[in-house]
């Protein structure tokens, strides 16, 4: 496991926890005795503004970019960012897509001067996004952390399905030891528990289009 490659493209807005969630898959990676390196881009992420981050992972990568065309998989922890970062997934790569979407004001400025404008929602997403690849998980990670037991989970909520990939190289209890590791004391309870329903959410969204660890996919309880 330790040899594969692996390059996530990881999306979403400002105060969703993903520079949270590089460090927690940096940290697993330190702890397995793997390479990861990553480059970041925040822009007006206090702002709600888009955030990006090049995740890559294995013994031989130089680069902390990912060309485009180059990532495995995209994990967005909103929609709209899938959409608009897609150009970097390689031909046959995989959308981890959070159902959450939070519109720009932009596109808010559009329905004030046309009050029959719709809103861009989770599905035209999707159906967007199949015109490059037909791997798309969705996942109502807002729900799920809300049933976990705190809301600001969704970024593991996410983690957790996207590490039942068979492709993605870092171990489960790595994954979980940082998270321990990563967040305050009182939240890790919450935490590993949003992982682990995230990792169940995929038997139904994820591991059914794409090769999954084995023990995948795992009944819902």
Do not use: W
Not at 15 to 35: D, E, F, K, T
Not at 192 to 220: T, W, Y
Request: hydrophobic share 40%; glycine share 10%; with cysteine.
């Amino acid at each position: 496991m330790a040899d594969k490659e692996f390059s996530v493209y990881m999306c979403g807005v400002g105060g969703q926890g993903l520079v949270l969630l590089s460090n927690v898959i940096g940290s697993a990676c330190a702890l397995s005795g793997m390479r990861a390196i990553t480059g970041e881009q925040h822009g007006l992420s206090q702002r709600s503004g888009s955030i990006n981050i090049h995740m890559r992972i294995g013994k031989d990568v130089r680069s902390p970019l990912i060309p485009i065309g180059g990532a495995d998989a995209i994990l967005a922890l909103e929609a709209l960012e899938a959409l608009r970062y897609v150009e970097y997934l390689r031909p046959g790569g995989v959308v981890v897509m959070n159902s959450r979407v939070q519109h720009p004001i932009i596109e808010t400025g559009e329905h004030v001067k046309d009050k029959s404008a719709r809103y861009m929602d989770a599905e035209v997403v999707k159906t967007r996004l199949l015109q490059v690849t037909d791997k798309i998980a969705t996942i109502d990670a807002l729900g799920i952390a809300r049933k976990a037991g705190n809301a600001l989970t969704e970024n593991v909520v996410m983690l957790g399905a996207m590490s039942t990939l068979d492709a993605f190289p870092v171990p489960d209890d790595a994954v979980e030891q940082a998270i321990k590791d990563g967040v305050p004391k009182k939240a890790v309870e919450v935490n590993l528990k949003a992982f682990k329903m995230g990792r169940q959410e995929a038997h139904g969204s994820l591991c059914n289009i794409v090769k999954c660890r084995k023990g995948f996919p795992e009944p819902m309880t």
